[in-house]
């Protein structure tokens, strides 16, 4: 399996919390992605990162915010959670170029009650 | 923009069978990557298998191969001799580097749920 990990695995809060997921790979992968995926659903990409100090929103709008000041670091933040933002994050790293695989985290569920 | 397609919400098929998962695409690039990737029940997401679009020789990884029609903008996936771990959701996907940047961005299809029965 890829050198990509997310924590927590597992997220239980309550509304307008804040929280901030982690993400970190040790591939050395300049590239790094955020998806969101619903149970049973397709990968929407939130966020995407082409290396250090570099950050781009995705195709679907979401009210987090990630930042890249390592490379090997890609957190995601929501200031204030809503049930709405109940869902699967996903982080993806790839090497440099656009052929280059994706390789997958664990994920995090998080449920916002 | 691009899309990706699957038609097959959920398969089935016996242990030791074969079963192939559908997949279109829809872009007016020229250079492309298209991928499959499978998520097992509640663990990570890996890659199955990767097609090159200019190379015109269909992409295998042991069990698993693809028949890719360029023309036709289709990629599907055959599963030989399934295994009860082949049980999970397949993703097709795909990878254009559009408009000069190369972030390599994927676009993902809806997936199709696999089920391998014993």
């Known amino acids: 399996e890829a050198d990509i990990y997310q924590t927590p695995r597992y997220l239980v809060i309550g509304t307008g919390k804040k929280i901030t997921l982690e993400c970190s790979q040790t591939?050395?992968?300049?590239?790094m992605y955020w998806y969101q995926q619903d149970p049973g659903m397709e990968l929407h990409l939130i966020h995407y990162?082409?290396?250090?100090?570099?950050?781009e929103k995705g195709d679907l709008s979401s009210e987090s915010t990630v930042s890249r000041i390592r490379t090997e670091h890609f957190p995601l933040t929501l200031e204030s959670a809503r049930p709405s933002h109940t869902s699967q994050y996903l982080c993806?790293?790839?090497?440099?170029?656009?052929?280059?695989?994706?390789?997958f985290g664990p994920g995090t569920r998080l449920l916002v009650l | 923009a691009q899309t990706v397609t699957q038609s097959q919400p959920e398969m089935s098929v016996q242990e030791a069978e074969t079963v192939t998962l559908s997949c279109t695409y829809d872009t007016s690039e020229n250079n492309y990557y298209l991928f499959w990737y499978k998520q097992p029940p509640s663990r990570q997401m890996i890659l199955v298998i990767r097609q090159e679009a200019y190379k015109q020789q269909n992409a295998t990884e042991n069990r698993f191969s693809v028949n890719f029609q360029k023309a036709a903008k289709s990629f599907s996936l055959k599963i030989s001799d399934s295994q009860l771990g082949d049980t999970a959701m397949y993703f097709c996907a795909f990878n254009a580097n559009a408009g000069g940047t190369s972030y390599g961005k994927l676009t993902f299809g809806q997936g199709t749920i696999l089920t391998v029965h014993p």
């Open positions: 990162s082409y290396g250090v100090n570099s950050t």
């Open positions: 993806a790293s790839s090497d440099r170029g656009f052929q280059e695989t994706q390789y």
């Open positions: 591939m050395g992968h300049d590239k």
